[in-house]
């Protein structure tokens, strides 16, 4: 009530207005969220609030209501969705008494060798001949510089400080793909912003988070990371989220993680679902005595927790960053494709020396490492639309001679070629008998070695050292399929 008086007047009549404060509709959840599937999922959207209607989408357009639980644009959820084709649901929740929730999606990616990426319009390329091999959190200019081109560099992920035009224009003019945390001249600036093909997230929110004066606090739950992932949802559906997560993933008892260590399927499967994209990083040189199989044992825990269904990319060191020991071209090889093996479908290089001086792109201060690193993109790249195509299941298999040696493998098929990939998992000598139920006899190439071994049996055999990576091509079929190069210079294993 108000009532308005002053000098020579009579005080007004007394008013009354009334205010109804509507809070906002929570976002709609999908279940399950977004990911890579074989068969189409059935997919089951659950408003925040009690009783809303859910407006839903999937053409690319974005549904909206009136504020009232009626849809004016896209189809009124009643039952679970069967999503049968590549696509990206959009979806909003509304209800008499609430503001219409904020848009919030998840894209699908259905079918044996698609592209995880392709239910996002700007997200990341989803040509077959494109693999993600990227640098951590790097200044603009070196972009624009073409600093990290000739090492085989398609993707900056990370960012230091805020996004400004320049910064945008420096990846444009070097015509660089990165993936920095959202803002305002981000989202809004074009063309620039084309680049831009995927949004970083909190990094490493599975750590204890300093709490200021020097004290650490609980890791980032789930339920926060959810609401984060679902602002950037709010702002923009084209583009994936991408979420990095620090060694706990493979070193489970890390204490790192401070009142949050040893929180695995409590934590990571759901906080799995606040991402389209999902990374961890873990250097095994510099802190870990060399035990290289904690890069592989990372990408299995993630692919457990995520049901397989979202795509994987990890974080290799480059370089001794803390000032400690150096890692070898051979163990830097082993990681990415260890990595490889076991599912990673992105590269990222870790490239700044932090100690005893710091240099951020402190991998040119080794110029052995700098040529190990080029030489290893170089195979991946040549070998982009292999590692891009199916993994092969059940059909060659491999033993090691000694036990405590595993050898891990993945088989893939292109063009009537196919491609074993090998790798020892611990650092002692082994033999690996290969067997091969399709080819009987013959010859395997062994890729960038400049060798062949023979095909006995449906059988052949290989020398591994310790932490050694073989990589074989077999004798192709006919196709109109070009093969990739085996001719690329080997890494010193």
């Not at 906080?271 to 592989?296: H, S």
């Not at 710091?358 to 040119?364: C, H, Y």
């Not at 055999?461 to 399929?481: C, E, I, M, N």
Request: contains cysteine; aromatic residues 10%; negative net charge.
């Amino acid at each position: 009530m108000a009532v308005a008086g002053g000098a020579g007047y009579t005080d007004s009549p007394v008013a009354t207005a009334t205010y109804t404060i509507h809070p906002t509709a929570g976002p709609v959840v999908f279940s399950p969220s977004s990911g890579t599937f074989a068969t189409a999922p059935t997919v089951t959207l659950t408003p925040n609030v009690s009783g809303a209607t859910i407006c839903f989408s999937t053409d690319g357009t974005t549904p909206t209501a009136n504020g009232g639980g009626i849809c004016t644009h896209g189809t009124t959820y009643t039952a679970p969705i069967t999503v049968s084709s590549t696509e990206l649901v959009q979806a909003i929740a509304s209800n008499s008494g609430y503001i219409d929730s904020p848009v919030t999606a998840a894209g699908y990616a259905i079918g044996v060798g698609v592209s995880p990426y392709a239910p996002w319009a700007n997200g990341p390329s989803t040509s077959s001949s494109y693999f993600p091999i990227g640098v951590w959190s790097q200044s603009s200019f070196r972009a624009s510089s073409g600093e990290y081109q000739p090492l085989g560099i398609n993707n900056f992920v990370g960012f230091y400080g805020s996004l400004t035009l320049a910064d945008m224009n420096n990846f444009q003019t070097g015509a660089m793909p990165y993936m920095p945390d959202q803002n305002t001249i981000a989202l809004t600036q074009t063309p620039q912003n084309s680049y831009i093909k995927s949004w970083h997230m909190i990094d490493e929110p599975d750590d204890a988070q300093p709490i200021g004066g020097g004290a650490w606090g609980a890791c980032i739950s789930p339920s926060q990371l959810l609401t984060y992932y679902q602002n950037i949802q709010e702002n923009d559906t084209t583009r994936p989220a991408y979420l990095n997560f620090g060694q706990g993933v493979s070193e489970t008892s890390w204490i790192g993680r401070g009142p949050c260590t040893g929180e695995t399927t409590s934590y990571y499967p759901a906080a799995i679902q606040a991402a389209d994209i999902i990374a961890f990083d873990i250097y095994p040189v510099a802190e870990y005595n060399g035990q290289l199989e904690l890069v592989p044992n990372g990408i299995d825990n993630l692919k457990t927790w995520s049901g397989g269904t979202k795509p994987i990319w990890n974080t290799i060191e480059a370089l001794p960053f803390n000032g400690g020991t150096t890692p070898t071209p051979s163990q830097i090889n082993t990681e990415v494709w260890m990595s490889l093996i076991h599912g990673s479908q992105g590269i990222i290089y870790f490239v700044t020396q932090l100690s005893p001086t710091f240099r951020e792109d402190g991998i040119f201060n080794y110029p052995t490492l700098v040529t190990a690193v080029t030489n290893i993109n170089a195979q991946i790249t040549s070998l982009a639309s292999v590692l891009n195509s199916p993994t092969i299941a059940n059909d060659v298999s491999v033993s090691s001679s000694v036990s405590s040696v595993p050898i891990s493998m993945m088989e893939k098929q292109l063009g009537g070629t196919t491609y074993v990939f090998a790798v020892a998992m611990r650092n002692s000598s082994t033999t690996g008998t290969f067997t091969t139920p399709e080819v009987s006899s013959g010859s395997v190439t062994v890729i960038g070695e400049s060798r062949q071994t023979p095909i006995t049996n449906g059988q052949f055999v290989d020398s591994y050292a310790g932490y050694a990576v073989h990589l074989y091509q077999f004798p192709s079929a006919s196709s109109s399929v070009p093969n990739p190069p085996t001719d690329l210079t080997a890494v010193v294993q």
